[in-house]
């Protein structure tokens, strides 16, 4: 379920409930009745719980779920395991955003302390701590030994930061749990919603952002960069990781340990890199990618595909280097060919 | 005129008087004693306004502007529309700059309110406001009903929220009109300056920026994205648009209804998208440009041409789809020849 | 030395201390006892200090520094000056990280005023300095005459700007010098520590910055800009440059007079532009490379080596702008071949 530090389950639902809910049909044989207590990604969800699969790469995923229910597409109804109950629907991406919406109707309403309490009387704030002025800390933080938070930084309710943390100024953090000896630099941004919503009739639809950013110890964050929290599941950082400034990190992309990152990155949504991933300045990653251990991508490249471990690649769309650089003496030589032969 | 909720302007001033202050000739025949009474467009200028024309892509606007007067280079002065006074110069940016500059001379100077009164005593909050800590709210701010306004964010002076508005943390409004249900992320920096100058003599003229920063209902703004005002049409993020982090949005840009616009994406100044238009990540679009209806560019494009409604682009330069998969695949091709051969 | 409003000095350290800190080893004939008194870059360094080498692209300073001593790798030691003591290690940038933080152990740790005294005591604030509402200036700072300062911005121990500056709100000063009529819009970052540290045994050693952020009279940073400090030397933006919006600079880049860059451009370390060059949006720069004066680089371009003075290029890799052209339409003839051949 999503972490009661930042989000606040209603429900059990009734599964009629939810295909109420959500404008999708019961298939035959399901139990209208059944109590569905959370919602849950395919993974992860057990038998009261309810997921949904609205992108093909996940289809494993499904088959192998133990949810309790789960919204799918007509077409993939036959497919799921038996016993799941399934919310049949044209829209599984919107039938979820209204069923997460009933379970956690707060989700995109950040609690607003006491304006009169820059520091909230809840706070727990460990031995050594250095506060500059104007930081606001929310209700429920709990922040380690030895930490230093720069001016006008603003941590938001329920958020953990382990010891011997350097937070710069004009951060905001929330949604997050951060390890210890973590760098944040200045105006980075962390723990906010991520860019999730289902079309609906010319309009979008929010899908509640329920998931959290975790950065483990010993990561920097670079100046002015964001990471968005998990949509369901986190947005993980992983142990000492570098990441420079301007940098973008979608919802759920899980970066391994030691990764580099250079400046102005952007990860689209769950894209996952392995252990010492080094990534250039200006990269982009499209979504739901997968980076193999010790992978190099050359600054300003587009990354379209899974690269296996090890691999070094560049350009744009990115294919491995050597490709890269004999395109680009072929297309000179081409062009070259082209203005003497014409 | 300029929003006076933002800009006051002085003047009037006789028509001789702005060509002495400008630096630029009266073409003969024209009223020297003319009164002036405010810059404008070309397109929405009246008879006591005047304006300029520095793009030739804005020629057909001037052929049928009613502007009182206009600041144009020497060769376009016999095209004027007839009774329209010239102000003849070969630097006709440098020249408006210095004529909105006499109108508007504080327009690059922000009001800072009452230090020691964060919430200055003239704004007006609506019932059920909830304002964090360490909000500044400058003179003459109107924020609606049921609004929530996260720590430390600095809402300039004459700023206007609709009702129901999420703002996070750290965020910066000011010139700025927003709508109703607008969420704005945390560091999102909302009608500063755009950039806008006129090279004079081995230094740079800074140009009033005199429009707004207009975000209709329903709209979302991404962390640490900028928009910046306009400079005299107004900057305008159509309804129910969906902005992600780190965009950057150009002084006069207007995006149509329900566009989306992925995470690092920019938009040089005057560009104009039609409703629906989907934009992946680190697109760039050149200035000027207009973009179709439902039209798709892929991420990391680079767009330098107008793209017709329903197109589907990718590429840098960008060309339709089909054309950059062709691309890719002759470039591919190309280099494996040229491995292969030797 | 590094600029003692910032950084504080230890020592000095004797050689064969140096070699301790750093596992290094000395050079025979080296003098063990020599006493180094500070680090400093190979072209600035002198008999009392401490420089290293880790990038060829620096052999011809090395070859003429007149440091004391340098940290080097085995195979340059033999080309060292005659009369320079070494450090001898296959790690230098290590080394030099563990000896630099030996003089300087509080590099990284940001000075935090009185929480109690937003603007404090020491600060010297000049006449007609209007200070916004949730300002933090902190110890030493030094601010001109006539200085406008946003609200919630943080200004950093030691700090110094001149006359008649415009500051955005929002904003993060540290460890730099501002020049006179300086604008800085809102969520600038300027001065945190750059991208520095050095592999160590699976993990990354940071590499204390040592340098300012210098910024020229009359420049103008855009909105969410980012501009590291110096990693020992100093970053500086010269005179008149116009800088727009989340543009990153890195450590130890110098921009000449009246540069222009657009916004979303990114900077790797230690690149130099001179007077004049204009630089379209989301262009990035690899390090160490020299821009001549004038030059033009189209937007989105990726640049990969020195361009000379008074050139146009454009692309990714970059190239002269009409071999960048020819190579588009080549590359177009191409792939319509493609299509037509099958």
New interface residues.
């Given amino acids: 379920m999503a972490d009661p530090r930042f989000f606040s389950v209603q429900g059990p639902f009734a599964l009629a409930e939810l295909a109420r809910i959500s404008g999708a049909r019961l298939n035959s044989g399901a139990d209208g009745d059944l109590a569905v207590r959370d919602v849950a990604p395919l993974d992860t969800a057990g038998p009261g719980e309810i997921s949904f699969l609205d992108n093909k790469r996940y289809a494993g995923a499904f088959l192998e779920s133990r949810a309790g229910a789960c919204i799918v597409e007509p077409e993939l109804a036959a497919k799921a395991p038996s016993g799941m109950a399934l919310l049949i629907t044209d829209q599984p991406y919107k039938a979820y955003a209204l069923v997460a919406g009933a379970f956690y109707p707060m989700a995109?309403?950040?609690e607003?302390?006491?304006?009169?309490?820059?520091i909230d009387a809840s706070a727990r704030i460990g031995p050594n701590a250095?506060?500059?002025?104007?930081?606001?800390i929310?209700p429920r933080v709990e922040i380690g030994r030895n930490c230093?938070i720069?001016?006008?930084t603003?941590i938001?309710a329920g958020a953990v930061l382990g010891d011997d943390c350097?937070i710069?100024?004009?951060?905001?953090l929330?949604h997050c749990l951060i390890g210890n000896r973590v760098?944040i630099?200045?105006?980075a941004?962390i723990g906010?919603?991520g860019?999730g919503?289902a079309p609906d009739e010319?309009?979008?639809l929010?899908v509640p952002q329920l998931g959290r950013a975790i950065i483990h110890d010993?990561a920097?964050i670079?100046?002015?960069t964001?990471i968005?929290r998990g949509s369901g599941p986190d947005t993980e950082i992983g142990p000492?990781c570098?990441i420079?400034?301007?940098v973008?990190i979608?919802h759920n992309v899980h970066l391994g340990?030691?990764c580099?990152i250079?400046?102005?990155v952007?990860f689209?949504g769950s894209t996952k890199l392995d252990d010492y991933v080094v990534v250039g300045?200006?990269v982009?990653f499209?979504g739901h990618l997968r980076v193999g251990r010790g992978a190099r991508i050359a600054?300003?490249s587009?990354v379209m595909r899974d690269i296996p471990a090890g691999a070094t690649i560049g350009g744009?769309?990115a294919?491995p280097i050597r490709?890269w650089h004999?395109?680009?003496?072929?297309?000179?030589?081409?062009?070259?060919?082209?203005?003497k032969g014409g």
């Fill in positions: 995109g309403i950040d607003i302390g006491d304006p009169d309490s820059p250095q506060i500059a002025s104007g930081v606001v929310g230093r720069g001016a006008n603003v938001g350097t710069g100024p004009n951060v905001s929330s760098v630099e200045s105006g941004r906010q919603a860019f919503f010319g309009a979008y929010k010993d920097e670079g100046a002015n964001t968005d000492g570098m420079d400034n301007l973008q979608g340990r030691g580099i250079a400046a102005q952007g689209a300045g200006q982009g499209a600054a300003k587009g744009f769309p294919v490709q004999r395109q680009s003496v072929a297309l000179t030589t081409l062009a070259e060919g082209k203005r």
